[in-house]
C-alpha cells in the first residue's frame, strides 16, 4: 500500500492510503472539495475542487471514452471501405470530444483550486 508522508516540519507521520482517506466539504453554489487529513497533526491536504458543471464535464467525458473504446474494439475484418471510413470519423471525434473536455475540466479544477484552496 502507498503511503504519503505529511510535510508539516514538526510531524513527518506516514498517511496510508486507504479508501476511506477521503473527506468531502460541501460549499453553497454546488462547489465540493475533496481532501485528506494528518491522523496525527490533522494537517489538510487539497485534492480536488469541482463545481456542478465541471462534474458533468466529467460525466460526459466517461461516456465519451466508452463509445471511443467501443470504437476501437469493433472487429474491422470483412468491412466494406464506406464502413471502415465512418468507424474512422466515430473513432476521429469521440477522441476529439475527449481531448476537449479533458482540457476543459483541467483549467476548471485549476481555476477552482486557486479560488477554494483556503476554504479548508
Known amino acids: 500500500m502507498n503511503k504519503i508522508i505529511c510535510d508539516k516540519e514538526d510531524c513527518k ?6 479508501k476511506d ?12 472539495i475533496n481532501f485528506f487529513r ?5 494537517a489538510k491536504y487539497l485534492v480536488s475542487v ?6 458533468e464535464k466529467q460525466i460526459e467525458l466517461r461516456k465519451w471514452s466508452e463509445q471511443h473504446n467501443k470504437a476501437l474494439g469493433i472487429n474491422i475484418k470483412g468491412m466494406s471501405e464506406e464502413e471502415l471510413k465512418k468507424l474512422t470519423i466515430l473513432a476521429d471525434e469521440t477522441k476529439y470530444n475527449m481531448d476537449r473536455l479533458q482540457e476543459e475540466i483541467k483549467v476548471s479544477i485549476a481555476k477552482l483550486k486557486a479560488k477554494y484552496e483556503g476554504e479548508l
Open 13 to 18: 507521520a506516514e498517511i496510508p492510503q486507504t
Open 21 to 32: 482517506l477521503i473527506e468531502t466539504k460541501y460549499l453553497s453554489g454546488g462547489i465540493q
Open 38 to 42: 494528518c491522523k496525527k497533526c490533522n
Open 50 to 55: 469541482t463545481d456542478k458543471v465541471t462534474r
